[in-house]
Nanobody
Framework: QVQLAESGGGLVQPGGSLRLSCAAS????????MGWYRQAPGKQRELVAR???????NYSDSAKGRFTISRDNAKNTMSLQMNSLKPEDTAVYYC???????????WGQGTQVTVSS
């Protein structure tokens, strides 16, 4: 059974940076497109960034120019470098396949990102 575990969140001031990590167990991710998603209080979960199996990346308008998604197939991990963070980036961040649910319908616990002064 595939398990996805997110880490790296925290409290950061506006303009700061964080690097999120996603570790997978139970299945190699190299053949799957992966994505970072986030859910803010009272809002639906949304896709922030995605990366294909060949490394092609795509970002939401809100993430473009500030976030960078990457993957390390050898380590079976994925990362999201977030720079120039804004209060509106505050959310719980999750990793999953793109589209979500291909490997597992169970979301990880996510990692909380709070951007506040």
């Amino acid at each position: 059974q595939v398990q996805l575990a997110e880490s790296g969140g925290g409290l950061v001031q506006p303009g700061g940076s964080l690097r999120l990590s996603c570790a997978a167990s139970g299945r190699r991710l190299r053949f799957y497109a992966m994505g970072w998603y986030r859910q803010a209080p009272g809002k639906q979960r949304e896709l922030v960034a995605r990366i294909s199996s060949d490394g092609t990346t795509n970002y939401s308008d809100s993430a473009k120019g500030r976030f960078t998604i990457s993957r390390d197939n050898a380590k079976n991990t994925m990362s999201l470098q977030m720079n120039s963070l804004k209060p509106e980036d505050t959310a719980v961040y999750y990793c999953n396949t793109f589209p979500a649910g291909i490997l597992t319908s169970v979301w990880g616990q996510g990692t909380q990102v709070t951007v506040s002064s």
